[in-house]
């Protein structure tokens, strides 16, 4: 299953990516948009299996999507980032706007820069992309 997700990722991407002078003009802030989607999406399909019940599936993935879990995540995939994609996390981190009262502005900071480089990587190189995927552990459903 995991070489079909690459492969319906890679049909999606626009042709955006085939002229890189193009991407360089798409904002980090964009690109932390399209990012926390294709996160979101990745963590909706991680969890999909053994099927659960609705209000399992939305806490497993509201528990992985939020500010505070994906700094954590970007933390632990900094060790194998190439430099253009620490560049790429640089841009987010200082594109991002002012965080919600209740995220520590630091923790919003690694959550865009996150979301940015999955943005980024969605649009360049969905295999690089679904290998730093899959260097992430979440949380397991322990009341199934």
């Known amino acids: 299953m995991e070489g079909e997700l690459t492969v319906r990722l890679e049909q ?12 360089q003009q798409v904002s980090p ?16 399909r991680y969890y999909l299996l053994p099927p659960k019940r ?11 999507v939020r500010a505070e879990a994906q700094a954590l995540h970007l933390r632990s995939l900094t060790p194998y980032l190439t430099n253009t994609e620490l560049d790429i996390v640089r841009r987010g981190r200082n594109a991002t706007t002012k965080p919600p009262k209740r995220i520590e502005p630091e923790i919003y900071q690694q959550a865009s820069s996150l979301e940015t480089l999955v943005g980024y990587l969605f649009l ?3 295999q690089r992309l679904t290998q730093l995927l899959h ?3 979440f949380e397991q459903d322990k009341n199934e």
């Open 12 to 23: 999606l991407t626009p042709t955006l990516a085939e002229d890189l002078s193009q991407l």
């Open 29 to 44: 802030s964009a690109l932390a948009y399209l990012g926390d989607a294709v996160y979101e999406l990745y963590i909706r």
């Open 54 to 64: 609705s209000r399992v599936y939305h806490r497993l993935v509201v528990a992985q």
């Open 124 to 126: 360049t190189d969905c």
């Open 135 to 137: 260097k992430l552990h």
